[in-house]
């Protein structure tokens, strides 16, 4: 290839995704080629250390000129934040200034709707603003919490390291949503499933055969009369039902809404035992897993509950950790004050924070405790998850055989009779 279009090369390094770049080596050439990695961060990781400055990288089966329409239609104008928070910590990890940082993802970014996001935070920056606050004005959908952990790591000097641990929780629990919703399919395809086989069979195939049913002399079998009285009983009430479960599902998201209505829920959703304590997990390692994160920032305790805090999304705990922050600023050990102001916390908190006081590595103590509730976490919703597949395949077998039994039975009846 001509020295003005510059020359190809491979970069080594696992067989997960082939990922092509363009970008500048120290001589000031143009290099292009390809290297594998599971992403495009992990990607920019491997051209930086081995001294390439990119300016393009994408999946090498991405076209780039792909039209805005398209993009739309498949969901590139989606801002995708965990990614670029990802991306951003390995170029300040590489001794890139924020600003400098930005102005490169910016030229790196693929998709519509990203680069002008990444425009307006560098604006912002340029302009004074912290890189916590231009992320909260620019990128309104991501969790508010974050805004204030990238405010904890940029007051104690280590930005890069927090935001990369950030996107790295994030990962986790994106992970953990999709995940759950990739298994909760099947058993919804079922319930589905069953409810258009009740509608075709009560509004379809009963009405022309009830009359047959109830004209005749036969005694019906057991089953039969069951579906001949629900026929009639949705007949009379059904439009009713419906109307009534719609009333119910919209007073209870508005109810839901109200701020002491959603404490009283976000209480139970940590207490009660139908949970299979799931959100209590859940929740704890969100706690110890963002208190970890400041903590090795080098922000104090006192000032690092109160982004852990804003990261809590429940309501009731939300309010516990407000205490326990209270407790700590007037000298309380943080062990102390999570016994007796956050009970609805997992107790093994208390205890790791315990440990992590009297050894002076509570941020490491709260690493662990993150990762066995995590642990915990998933071995509750696998276990979950394992009992609902086959029930709903066991209830949907159940309404599929009463519907049978009833509709078969009763054409026996009248077969009987006809003889």
């Not at 799931?278 to 897993?289: D, M, N, S």
Request: aromatic letters at 6%.
């Amino acid at each position: 290839m001509n020295a003005d279009r510059g020359h190809k090369c491979e970069v080594g390094g696992g067989n997960v995704s082939r990922i092509a770049f363009e970008a500048i080596d120290k001589s000031g050439g143009t290099v292009r080629g390809t290297l594998d990695a599971p992403d495009r961060a992990k990607a920019l990781d491997q051209l930086i250390a081995s001294g390439l400055t990119p300016f393009d990288i994408r999946h090498a089966h991405t076209s780039t000129s792909l039209r805005p329409g398209w993009r739309y239609i498949f969901g590139r104008r989606s801002f995708d934040y965990v990614g670029f928070l990802q991306e951003f910590a390995v170029l300040l990890k590489a001794g890139l200034p924020p600003e400098r940082a930005l102005t490169t993802l910016k030229a790196l970014t693929l998709g519509a709707n990203a680069s002008p996001r990444i425009q307006q935070i560098l604006e912002q920056v340029r302009g004074g603003e912290p890189v916590s606050q231009a992320f909260a004005t620019s990128i309104p959908e991501a969790p508010s919490h974050i805004a204030g952990l990238l405010a904890a790591g940029e007051a104690s000097g280590k930005l890069a390291e927090i935001a990369s641990r950030v996107a790295e929780g994030l990962k986790k629990l994106k992970a953990l949503k999709s995940r759950l919703i990739s298994d909760l399919a099947y058993p919804c395809i079922l319930v589905f499933s069953i409810a258009v086989v009740l509608w075709v069979m009560f509004h379809t195939v009963l009405p022309r055969l009830a009359p047959l049913f109830e004209q005749s002399a036969a005694a019906m079998p057991i089953a039969t009369q069951v579906l001949l009285r629900l026929k009639s009983f949705f007949d009379f009430y059904g439009w009713w039902l419906f109307g009534m479960l719609i009333a119910a599902a919209i007073w209870m998201f508005r109810l839901l809404r109200t701020p002491r209505y959603r404490l009283t829920v976000d209480m139970r959703l940590l207490t009660s035992k139908w949970a299979l304590g799931v959100p209590r997990a859940i929740e704890g390692a969100l706690f110890c897993r963002n208190l970890q994160i400041i903590l090795d920032g080098g922000l104090p305790l006192e000032k690092a509950l109160g982004p852990v805090r804003d990261g809590i999304g429940n309501l009731w705990l939300k309010k516990e950790i407000a205490e326990v922050r209270t407790a700590v600023r007037e000298g309380v050990r943080l062990s102390r004050a999570l016994h007796s102001k956050a009970p609805s916390l997992p107790p093994v908190v208390a205890e790791f924070s315990a440990v992590g006081e009297e050894t002076g590595r509570l941020a490491d103590m709260m690493r662990e405790a993150a990762e066995l509730l995590e642990h915990h976490a998933q071995t509750r919703l696998n276990r979950l998850i394992t009992l609902v597949s086959p029930l709903a395949t066991l209830l949907m077998g159940g309404v599929v055989a009463l519907l049978m039994a009833g509709i078969v039975g009763g054409i026996l009846a009248l077969n009987d009779v006809a003889r």
